[in-house]
């Protein structure tokens, strides 16, 4: 399944590598700079189950599941879960159930309207990225997140490592949707960002936080009131020519 995932990268201008294995550049590559765009999308986009909104299959059965490429009721009322479920998108069996949490306010459809694009560049060891995102939750709270995940997935899958994007207390990974959930996430960070590499695949990803709390390095309970309706994947850098 991991092979269905595309980079839904596109436009890559590069006029050198900038990155090593540990995510700083190499001092020979100081002076060179990395830049390409950036394109978000939800985990149905890639044949994968959203992983933390749900939807009750059964009514009053208190029982909620990850909404599927099958589930195509765009009006169906999304739900947290009562308890934090981690993320693995591999196993079917993970689909649920799941004890039913709060009702989230919002329909399936609304939820996969979250869309966001942008850029990255690496230039002297600094990160930048200019993203806009659209279709987010009306004054939501959110935070953005730089993940891995091994590659090929492990068996069983033991999750995914996510890091805050910029300071590591979780300082700078903030953002606020405005009225019309429309919001802009523009920062410097150094050093740049690690790409996939053979054995990692690099992403960035958003949370939306029903609760309106951020939990500083922690992205919060997964399912009960943290939730990614969108992720980018990163390329590796031999990809990026």
Same mark, same amino acid.
């Given at each position: 399944m991991l092979n269905q995932i595309r980079t839904h990268v596109a436009s890559l201008t590069i006029v050198a590598l900038a990155t090593s294995g540990s995510g700083a550049l190499p001092t020979s590559a100081l002076a060179e700079t990395v830049s390409f765009e950036i394109a978000f999308m939800t985990h149905l986009d890639m044949n994968l189950p959203e992983q933390d909104v749900y939807i009750e299959r059964t009514s009053g059965s208190n029982d909620v599941y990850r909404v599927t490429t099958g589930d195509h009721d765009m009006n169906a009322p999304l739900y947290a879960t009562a308890v934090e479920v981690e993320h693995n998108p591999f196993d079917p069996k993970?689909?649920?159930?799941?004890p039913k949490g709060e009702p989230l306010g919002m329909t399936l459809g609304q939820w996969l309207k979250h869309t966001g694009y942008g850029n990255y560049t690496c230039e002297n060891g600094v990160g930048r990225l200019d993203?806009?995102?659209k279709g987010l939750v009306p004054n939501g709270v959110y935070t953005?997140?730089? *993940? @891995?995940?091994a590659l090929p997935p492990t068996d069983p899958f033991t999750g995914i490592l996510d890091l805050p994007l910029g300071a590591r207390d979780g300082?700078?990974?903030v953002f606020v949707a405005a009225a019309d959930g429309t919001a802009r996430f523009q920062h410097e960070?150094?050093?740049?960002?690690?790409?996939?590499g053979n054995w990692t695949t690099s992403m960035l990803a958003i949370a939306y936080h029903s609760d309106g709390k951020t939990y500083k390095a922690?992205?919060? *309970? @997964?399912?009960?009131?943290?939730?990614v309706p969108i992720f980018a994947m990163l390329?590796?850098?031999?990809?990026i020519n």
């Open positions: 993970a689909v649920g159930p799941h993203l806009e995102f953005m997140w730089h *993940s @891995f995940i300082s700078e990974s960070f150094a050093p740049c960002l690690e790409m996939s922690s992205p919060g *309970s @997964f399912g009960l009131n943290s939730h390329p590796k850098t031999g990809e």
